[in-house]
């Protein structure tokens, strides 16, 4: 499967911002998809993540509560709404998909299999 992120820019602290992830030649619905970022000098580190059906949700404290992971199986996408936007939620960001990810590993980078090329997340005023 292909990933595609859109979506990122620049954008005030306590601003919003919505990012997509379109997939294209697989079994979308087949796969977990997480989003994970990247600031400079930094790991890359988990953000959100949804199971197939979408029923299951998963968060990193820095982001809960601010941050909503959905998916559209129908359209091949995932989406992630990020409000209350602060100048550490700046990075790239990246959608990711993997098949067969154990509930205790959503958070791992390595068991995602399928990247998107990322899009850059800034906030600053």
Known sequence: V???ASGGGLVQPGG???LSCAASGGTFSSYSVGWFR???GKEREFVA???RSGGHT???ESVKG???ISRDNAKNAVSL???SLKVEDTAVYYCAAGAGIILSSVRIPNQYNHWGQ???VTVSS
């Open 66 to 68: 601010r941050f909503t």
């Open 38 to 40: 990247q600031a400079p």
């Open 58 to 60: 998963y968060y990193a």
């Open 49 to 51: 993540a949804i199971r």
């Open 2 to 4: 292909q990933l595609q």
């Open 118 to 120: 990322g899009t850059q």
């Open 81 to 83: 709404q990020m409000d």
């Open 16 to 18: 919003s911002l919505r």
